[in-house]
């Protein structure tokens, strides 16, 4: 990144290539970009894309849910987290009473969430955070026991001939 800002997250893909290489059945990819305009019309650092993979037999997945899964969590081991990135925490603020990575995501906060329920209800939900893209997931499966949508199309493609 060239302005020295943290990147935003912008989404996570599951995108497991077991068929490919046996190592990378558990394989997610992590985009993260500057939401600083000027880093966007530079050619390079503006995005970056992080790779993760795991074989499916592996230390830190079971291969069925039980109990002990939940020890992944950082509520398990007293992790503190920053308010808004849930990534550690790297100290307290003393007005907010909260955890933040660093100061720009407390002054964020600050900004556009904390003051704003100092001075209206408590109970309006402010969750507006710029450098937070809103959830939402988009899933691609094939259904099991059915054509692909490739393989139907091939095949009308072959009946045409």
């Known amino acids: ?14 995108a497991p290539a077991d068929d490919v290489n046996k190592e ?6 992590y985009v993260f970009a500057c939401p600083n305009i000027e880093c966007a019309k530079s050619t390079t650092g503006a995005i970056r894309v992080l790779r993760v993979q795991l074989p499916r037999e592996n230390p830190f997945y079971p291969e069925e849910d039980d109990e002990t899964w939940a020890m ?10 920053c308010q808004v990135c849930n ?9 907010q009473d909260m955890e933040f990575c ?18 209206f209800s408590k109970d309006i939900d402010f969750s507006f955070l710029p450098s ?30």
Request: hydrophobic share 30%.
């Open 87 to 95: 990534q550690r925490g790297h100290g307290k603020c003393p007005i």
């Open 24 to 29: 990378a059945f558990h394989r997610s990819l």
């Open 132 to 161: 937070v893209c809103a959830e939402s997931e988009l899933a691609v499966e094939d259904e099991p026991g059915k054509a692909s949508a490739s393989e139907e199309m091939d095949k009308k493609a072959d009946r045409a001939l």
């Open 102 to 119: 660093g100061k720009q995501h407390q002054k964020e906060h600050k900004k556009y969430i904390f003051d704003k329920k100092q001075h």
């Open 1 to 14: 990144q060239n302005c020295q800002e943290p990147m935003s997250f912008v989404c996570q893909l599951y």
């Open 72 to 81: 992944h969590l950082p509520e398990s081991w007293d992790v503190k987290v």
